[in-house]
C-alpha cells in the first residue's frame, strides 16, 4: 500500500507551477521559432505598393537562408546597412506586453526595411533601356508589380553586385530610399546577404488581403552572368 508521500508525489507539479512551466516552454518554442523559421514583421511606409501597403503584417520565412541565398525577385526584409532609416518616421514605442511579444516574435516589428531583389551577386544591374526598363546582365525586365515604371526612366546607374551582396528596390520606385538611391554610400548602395533577416512569405493581415505574395517570373530569362 502506498506510502502519503509516494501518494504526493505521483500528484505532480501544482497547477500553478505546471503553468510557469507550459509558459516558459511556449515562449522558447516562440524564440526558436522567430531565430531559425518564421517572425512576423509589418510595412512601415508606401516604398513597396502596390505590392504590400502600409501597415500590412506578414511572415517572413527563414528556411530558403539555410542552404541558400535571397533569389531575383524575392521581397526580403534586411537589416539597416547604415543610414538607410534615417531621416524616416520612427516606428510608434510599443507597450510593455507588445514588447515582450516582438521579442519572441509574436509581434510584428517595423524597424527593418523591406524590398525586393534585383541582382544577386555577379550580376550587372542597369538603368535603363530606351523603354524605361531595368537590365539585368543585358536582359530587360519587365515589372507588372511596379507601381509606376516610368518614374526612373531618367536615372542612369551600371553596377555590378558583389558576391555575397544584393542590390534590392522598392516597387514603388518613386518612394523608395532603395540600393539606388545610396550609390554614394560607402557599400555602393549594395546589401549584404549576412544582413537578410527573411524571405517575405505570406500576408496575415488584413483578412481580406490574406495570401501569399505570389511568385514573379520577371527574372526568368535573365543569363546567369553578364555578357562578355
Given amino acids: 500500500m502506498a506510502t502519503s508521500k509516494e501518494h504526493r508525489q505521483r500528484r505532480g507539479l501544482p497547477i500553478w507551477q505546471e503553468s510557469l512551466l507550459l509558459i516558459a516552454i511556449a515562449t522558447v518554442m516562440a524564440i526558436v521559432v522567430k ?37 531575383r ?7 539597416d546597412p547604415g543610414g538607410w532609416l534615417a531621416g524616416q518616421a520612427e516606428p510608434s514605442d ?17 524597424d527593418h526595411l523591406i524590398k525586393r531583389v534585383i541582382g544577386v551577386g555577379g550580376d550587372r544591374v542597369q538603368c535603363c533601356d530606351g523603354s524605361g526598363r531595368l537590365l539585368v546582365n543585358g536582359e530587360p525586365i519587365d515589372e507588372p508589380y511596379v507601381l509606376d ?34 550609390l554614394g554610400d560607402p557599400g555602393g548602395g549594395q546589401v549584404s546577404v549576412d544582413d537578410v533577416v527573411g524571405i517575405a512569405w505570406i500576408r496575415v493581415w488584413p483578412l481580406n488581403r490574406l495570401g ?8 526568368d530569362d535573365v543569363p546567369d552572368s553578364p555578357p562578355s
Fill in 94 to 110: 510599443p507597450n510593455f506586453l507588445q514588447k515582450g511579444l516582438e521579442t519572441i516574435g509574436l509581434f510584428p516589428t517595423g
Fill in 35 to 71: 531565430s531559425f523559421f518564421l517572425q512576423a514583421f509589418y510595412i512601415p511606409s508606401e516604398s513597396m505598393q502596390p505590392t504590400l501597403l502600409v501597415n500590412d503584417k506578414l511572415l517572413v520565412q527563414k528556411v530558403s537562408l539555410w542552404t541558400g541565398e535571397p533569389d
Fill in 212 to 219: 501569399g505574395l505570389g511568385d514573379v517570373d520577371a527574372f
Fill in 73 to 79: 525577385g524575392d521581397i526580403v526584409v534586411f537589416d
Fill in 149 to 182: 515604371p516610368t518614374v526612373i526612366r531618367d536615372t542612369e546607374f551600371d553596377v555590378l553586385v558583389k558576391e555575397g551582396y544584393l542590390w534590392v528596390m522598392g516597387d514603388n520606385r518613386g518612394n523608395s530610399a532603395d540600393s539606388s538611391k545610396h
